[in-house]
């Protein structure tokens, strides 16, 4: 079992910037990877970024790209994702997960919002 806490959230004005934290705790495997997800009002979930444990290879979401950084601290067993240049189209709940399958999360942590105000 991994368990996932999420801080960092916020409102902030357009064009400004955020870092959320991810805290894991559990068993955290090498060959584990690390994502966050965000859930805008009344649209489904979706994919922004994620990061491989062992090695820290990333991808991101076209929407988010340039724009936001995912990295990791092993010792901290800590996920972040920087956020700049954000847009009101960025608010939404985020979400910290954790799985083998990137796409396909084991582990969800409780979500934190972000508002982003025009």
């Known amino acids: 079992q991994v368990q996932l806490v999420e801080s960092g959230g916020g409102l902030v004005q357009a064009g400004g910037s955020l870092r959320l934290s991810c805290a894991a705790s559990?068993?955290?495997?090498?060959?584990?990877?690390m994502a966050w997800f965000r859930q805008p009002p009344g649209k489904e979930r979706e994919f922004v970024a994620h990061?491989?444990?062992?090695?820290?290879?990333?991808a991101y979401a076209d929407s988010v790209k340039g724009r936001f950084t995912i990295a990791r601290d092993n010792a901290k067993n800590t996920v972040y994702l920087q956020m700049n240049s954000l847009k009101p189209e960025d608010s939404a709940v985020y979400y910290c997960a954790a799985g083998i399958i990137p796409s396909i999360p084991a582990y969800w942590g409780q979500g934190t919002q972000v508002t982003v105000a025009s």
């Open positions: 990061i491989t444990w062992s090695h820290g290879s990333t």
């Open positions: 559990g068993r955290i495997s090498s060959d584990i990877v």
